[in-house]
């Protein structure tokens, strides 16, 4: 195609006879401003339609996704804690601290967009974990020095 993807078929790990392939278009793209500047990727879609779907659009959103995808897991693995569940026992407990973490959650990204801003670096170049780690130390050193 004129953006460089192409076509192909695969198939499901269920279709074990190679009787049922689904035509994909395959998007070949590199990362870039990230930690893994100049890697090759390859996004697999059964968007098929170059001209409505361009693959460096494509690819840019796909990026996207990941990012979102990184806020989860931030969410979900590191601040909260990969087998700590909600304690509370009402919907509206369990409201008040989806809500915490939110806000925990973005104090944290503040925090980082504030250290980056003053060491003149990408936002994306901060880690989240050692900011959750150094926001900690704080707490429990000097309770009351971080305030979401």
Known sequence: ??????????????????????TVR???????????????????TTLLDARRFPARQLAALYQERWEAEAVFAELKTHQRGARTVLTSKTPDGVLQQIWAHLLVH??????????AATRGLDPDRVSFTETLRSARRS???TPGSFSP
Do not use: C, F, K, N
Request: charged residues 30%; proline residues 2%; aromatic residues 6%.
């Open 1 to 22: 195609m004129r953006d460089g993807s192409w076509l192909s078929r695969i198939h499901a790990a269920t279709d074990r006879a190679h009787r049922d392939p689904v």
């Open 106 to 115: 973005h104090a944290l990204r503040e925090l980082m967009v504030r250290t």
């Open 139 to 141: 707490v429990t050193v």
């Open 26 to 44: 395959v998007v070949a793209y590199q990362l870039h401003g990230t930690a893994r500047e100049g890697e090759d990727y390859r996004l697999v």
